[in-house]
């Protein structure tokens, strides 16, 4: 039994690289903070500590990890919240698209970043013909909601106008 207590820090060792492994298929930051606790642990099992005092330094230090670490690392990542606005279907939101089928308040067809998508007006009785700019203001489900886009916008998929002589 005197190399199971000499070999202590070791299984905290292991339990550390099995939370690594999980963390690295969740992402979440839970496990890896768990892992730096087991990793604590074995530093208390590599200098003598009783396993009892190894099992409440883990859950204590995980907790303190878990409670105050990941909020900051989470922060510092930008892993908590909505993300870059630019990515998924958010990223739509404000492009121009152009009008391939009628859209009215109901329902149409749009090319958004040379993709097809389900659309609808955005106001009731508004109605665009095919060929027209519209401007995406939200997504809703798997439909774009769309406004008249100003005269400005060009379509984000057609090629560039040519030159005026």
Known sequence: MEWLRDSQWLWWVGAALAFGIVEMNTLDLIFLML?????????????????????????????????????????????EGKGDPTLGIEGNIGLTATVVEEVTDRSGLIKLRGENWTSR?????????????????????????????????????????????
């Open 35 to 79: 892992a730096l606790g087991a990793l604590v642990a074995a530093i208390a099992a590599g200098a003598g500590i009783p396993l009892i005092l190894q099992v409440l330094l883990f859950g204590l230090s995980a907790g303190l990890f878990v409670f105050a670490l990941r909020p900051v690392a989470l922060k510092y990542l930008r892993l």
């Open 121 to 165: 007006a955005e106001l009731e009785g508004t109605h665009y013909a095919p060929g027209e700019l519209v401007t995406v203001v939200k997504i809703d489900g798997a439909t774009a909601v769309v406004t008249a886009a100003p005269p400005e916008d060009k379509p984000f998929d057609a090629p560039p106008a040519p030159p005026h002589d």
